[in-house]
T-cell receptor, first 117, second 106 residues
């Protein structure tokens, strides 16, 4: 079945570092990619929606200059956490709907656990 | 109040028991996902349904659009079913429930 590959799976880095997370659709074209954040024992919260070739749409309260999203191709979307601080430590996960439509199945990456020291 | 509510939040069962997890929502939706999240964090979509009932192996999902309610049933539960089960409704985006943490003991 369709797969979304997310890398890296785990990152530990110093405060002030920028971290890039990649989500790649392996056998389908991901015209839309959703980026989520999950704190321990909480549900997923949508951060932003990226669409291939256009600017990402950010949810209220999410700093677009802090969380840079690029969706330059139909198979790759990236999230860069710029100048990361300990409060950015979280689990980040992406998903893409099959065939670009919300009425089609969603495929999730395996997530990236980010720890900022 | 959350737009998507799940119950129970935590569930413990003995192997072989029949499990039911409930999801109620307050928004108009086009469909609903039941997702499974394992301890490592990875998420798998179990079902996407917009009406009626779907069955896959020991898992059954039902939805009542008029009542804005869905249930996930696990028959003959097994320790490998231990995970967090999440209901997510589809509007123009996914809205997630808070999840149900299931532990099945041998």
């Amino acid at each position: 079945g369709a797969v979304v590959s997310q890398h890296p799976s785990w990152v530990i880095c110093k405060s002030g570092t920028s971290v890039k997370i990649e989500c790649r659709s392996l056998d389908f074209q991901a015209t839309t990619m959703f980026w989520y954040r999950q704190f321990p024992k909480q549900s997923l919260m949508l951060m932003a929606t990226s669409n291939e070739g256009s600017k990402a749409t950010y949810e209220q309260g999410v700093e677009k200059d802090k969380f840079l999203i690029n969706h330059a191709s139909l198979t790759l979307s990236t999230l860069t956490v710029t100048s990361a601080h300990p409060e950015d430590s979280s689990f980040y996960i992406c998903s893409a709907p099959d065939r670009g439509s919300m009425s089609s199945p969603q495929h999730f990456g395996d997530g990236t656990r980010l720890s900022i020291l | 109040k959350n737009e998507v509510e799940q119950s129970p939040q935590n569930l413990t069962a003995q192997e072989g028991e029949f499990i039911t997890i409930n999801c109620s929502y307050s928004v108009g939706i086009s469909a609903l996902h039941w997702l499974q999240q394992h301890p490592g964090g990875g998420i798998v979509s179990l079902f996407m349904l917009s009406s009626g009932k779907k069955k896959h192996g020991r898992l059954i999902a039902t939805i009542n659009i008029q009542e804005k309610h869905s249930s996930l049933h696990i028959t003959a539960s097994h320790p490998r079913d231990s995970a967090v089960y999440i209901c997510a409704v589809i509007t123009d985006k996914l809205i997630f429930g808070t999840g149900t943490r299931l532990q099945v003991f041998p």
